[in-house]
């Protein structure tokens, strides 16, 4: 059993180590190095960790050094890349409706993380033109009475299984597990009174679609 003569493995750790970790996960599920229930069993470990002990054995088959052991070391644990378009966990890209409409579509960067809020409105990303900012996209979903619709090109997935409904509806079309090269958007939260959808594109998408290409010179 190895030995921690400099104390680190008990020092408390924050934000900033947990993400570090889960973009390692991340990483490592986008290579094919973990499979997404691995993945899922071991972001929600992440994020409940206290101590470097807590995270040691997360990336411990993973090739990478030992967060106890970067910190000895007096470096950081890799890779250590700035948060994409500046979104984090603690302060994602956020789409609140409130009693209107929120709409993405066209060119566009999906971050690694999104909030939707749909309030009592309409939240519609359309992600055809879309470029992921990462292999897994985590998105919380606020409870609301509005409708929140999703729609993904072929090879994009989607993972519901941490999104709840009670009141509400949720409907998935797309598998959930992505094509080599494609994302995965992992649902979490609650739908609340309203309507959750992730489909394919429908036919008068790919039209708008190409339209939109066509007008931007695509």
């Not at 229930?37 to 470097?52: G, K, V």
């Not at 030992?66 to 890349?81: C, D, K, V």
């Not at 066209?106 to 971050?111: A, I, K, L």
Request: charged letters at 30%.
């Amino acid at each position: 059993m190895d030995q921690d003569p400099s104390g680190v493995s008990g020092l408390r750790i924050g934000h900033r180590e947990r993400d570090a970790v889960a973009e390692v996960l991340r990483d490592a599920a986008g290579d094919g190095r973990l499979s997404l229930d691995e993945l899922d069993e071991r972001l929600e470990a992440a994020m409940q960790a206290r101590t470097y002990a807590d995270l040691d054995p997360l990336v411990a088959d993973l090739a990478v050094e030992l967060p106890s052991r970067q910190l000895s070391a007096g470096s950081q644990l890799q890779p250590q890349r700035p948060p994409v378009m500046g979104y984090t966990r603690d302060d994602p890209l956020r789409l609140d409706a409130g009693v209107s409409s929120e709409k993405r579509q066209g060119p566009w960067t999906v971050p690694p993380f999104v909030r939707i809020n749909p309030g009592l409105g309409s939240v519609k990303l359309d992600c055809l033109d879309a470029t992921p900012a990462a292999p897994v996209i985590e998105v919380e979903v606020m409870a609301g009475a509005g409708s929140i619709l999703i729609v993904l090109p072929d090879g994009w997935a989607a993972d519901v299984d941490r999104l709840t409904n009670s009141w509400g509806s949720k409907a998935v079309e797309v598998s959930r597990d992505p094509a080599p090269g494609k994302p995965l958007l992992v649902f979490y939260g609650a739908v609340g009174l309203g309507s959750f959808k992730v489909r394919p594109p429908s036919r008068r998408d790919l039209r708008r679609a190409a339209r939109r290409r066509r007008e931007l010179g695509r």
